[in-house]
């Protein structure tokens, strides 16, 4: 039985669903050592969390003077990442209950992710979660990466969705950021804690702030139920 009504669902990747920033920083740290910045630290690594693979192969050629290109920086973070990606990648136990769950009662759900298409598959493939999450829209498949809502916006339209019936699940700010612009109402499981006070934040209709740790399948399906299919 779906008490969802009109319900759509979507959710971010990384950080969200899975727990795929260890592998984005091992393939980022080798990417940097490779092109002369050793010592790329997990608190250097925090600040591109929520910042899709191609924005951040730009920030990082700007904030280290490299002289790869971009293009070259983000074939070389990709190809490292999928390796890690296809057989390294864990999905969050109670995010797996959530989807499966929904599942159950036939509520239509997509990702919406800044990963690369072929990443997203990995993932997908890699944790079974492909049997539920057949919609899915990566940042590179639209003209511009959150905190724009254009990942959201398009995952809707696929989903045959009005972006206000929308829940969108994010763990990073510009997640948060582009679920808001899109007119979606946002669950935020901040991925890094230090960064649950953010405004971004603050327009999220349920806020976590112990992140995964305070996340319940059942939590966020009665969540759902009794906030109504519109904000």
């Known amino acids: 039985m779906n008490r969802l009504g009109s319900i759509s669902v979507i959710f971010d990747l990384d950080g969200t669903l899975v727990d795929s920033e260890p592998n984005y920083y091992a393939a980022g740290r080798q990417t940097l050592a490779e092109h002369g910045v050793p010592g790329f630290t997990w608190a250097e690594h925090e600040r591109f969390v929520g910042v899709s693979t191609l924005e951040t192969a730009a920030l990082w050629?700007?904030?280290?003077?490299?002289?790869?290109?971009?293009?070259?920086?983000?074939?070389?973070t990709n190809r490292r990442y999928l390796e890690l990606a296809?057989?390294?990648?864990?999905?969050?136990?109670?995010?797996?209950?959530?989807?499966?769950?929904?599942?159950a009662e036939g509520v239509p759900?997509?990702?919406a992710s800044g990963s690369s298409p072929e990443a997203i598959e990995a993932i997908l493939a890699g944790t079974g979660l492909d049997a539920y999450l057949r919609t899915v829209v990566s940042a590179d498949e639209v003209p511009?990466?959150?905190?724009?809502?254009?990942?959201?916006?398009?995952?809707?339209?696929?989903?045959?969705?009005?972006?206000?019936?929308c829940v969108v699940l994010e763990d990073a700010a510009p997640g948060a950021a582009?679920?808001?612009?899109a007119g979606m109402r946002c669950i935020a499981i901040p991925y890094v804690a230090a960064q649950a006070g953010a405004p971004e934040f603050a327009t999220a209709g349920l806020?976590?702030?112990?992140?995964?740790?305070?996340?319940?399948?059942?939590?966020?399906?009665?969540?759902?139920?009794?906030?109504?299919?519109?904000?």
Do not use: I
Request: glycine share 8%.
């Open 109 to 111: 759900m997509a990702v």
């Open 86 to 103: 296809r057989t390294a990648t864990r999905a969050y136990p109670e995010m797996r209950r959530f989807v499966e769950l929904l599942a």
């Open 207 to 231: 806020l976590l702030r112990g992140g995964q740790a305070e996340f319940t399948a059942r939590g966020a399906h009665e969540w759902l139920v009794r906030s109504g299919a519109r904000s």
């Open 61 to 76: 050629k700007q904030e280290y003077g490299l002289a790869a290109s971009v293009d070259e920086l983000l074939a070389d």
């Open 178 to 181: 582009a679920a808001h612009a």
């Open 144 to 165: 511009r990466g959150k905190p724009a809502p254009d990942v959201f916006l398009e995952a809707a339209r696929r989903l045959g969705a009005d972006p206000a019936d």
